[in-house]
């Protein structure tokens, strides 16, 4: 089955849990990559889907072994081991890496929906990412919004500050990434 065949039989049968129109661009997913600190080792990636910014990770000279997938999808999570057997595919929800996987990352990447999930939903995945973060470390995440995906109260609470990147128009529908930081005292 094809990338885009499989993310179209997925989007019909799983709408919420897909939450796109077409898999990303190879402009989204290469400046999603283009995010990660030079100095980055470990990753973890939330929402891998066809797993098209996870290659461009593994171009970056992410080391298969420390890179740390978190799907829900069973047919995503399929694919992702067929693609990528040297890579550690956990069937988890993102808040699950608080538990389960690594106790450090220096960047998580982000395809999830979070435009679409509650304040509780959104304050477990944040949560956890940063609890595995180190004190330099990245949240990277896309969005199809017009505002930061992550609610205010909530960037708030975690003590959160972000960079936004220029539209990207390649991409259906067009995206915007943030990059969200501890803030610096």
Same mark, same amino acid.
């Given at each position: ?6 993310? %179209?039989? *997925? $989007?019909? +049968?799983?709408? @919420?849990? !897909?939450?796109?129109?077409? &898999? ?8 999603? %990559?283009? *995010? $990660?600190? +030079?100095?980055? @080792?470990? !990753?973890?990636?939330?929402? &891998? ?137």
């Amino acid at each position: 089955m094809t990338e885009f065949n499989a993310f %179209a039989a *997925q $989007l019909l +049968r799983r709408p @919420r849990q !897909v939450s796109a129109l077409a &898999p990303s661009s190879p402009s989204l997913c290469q400046l999603m %990559a283009s *995010q $990660l600190p +030079r100095w980055a @080792r470990w !990753v973890a990636e939330f929402g &891998p889907g066809t797993c098209n910014i996870t290659r461009e990770i593994l171009k970056l000279g992410i080391a298969p072994a420390d890179l740390f997938l978190y799907e829900l999808n069973p047919v995503f999570c399929r694919m992702l081991r067929d693609r990528h057997p040297e890579v550690t595919v956990f069937d988890e929800p993102a808040e699950k890496l608080a538990s389960v996987g690594p106790q450090h990352v220096d960047a998580v990447v982000s395809g999830l929906p979070l435009l679409s999930m509650t304040s509780s939903q959104q304050e477990a995945i944040l949560s956890a990412a940063f609890s595995r973060l180190g004190p330099d470390g990245v949240y990277i995440q896309f969005t199809y919004g017009l505002f930061s995906p992550v609610r205010s109260n909530i960037a708030e609470s975690l003590g959160l500050e972000f960079t936004r990147s220029p539209r990207v128009w390649r991409n259906l529908p067009p995206a915007v990434v943030y990059v969200y930081r501890r803030r610096r005292n």
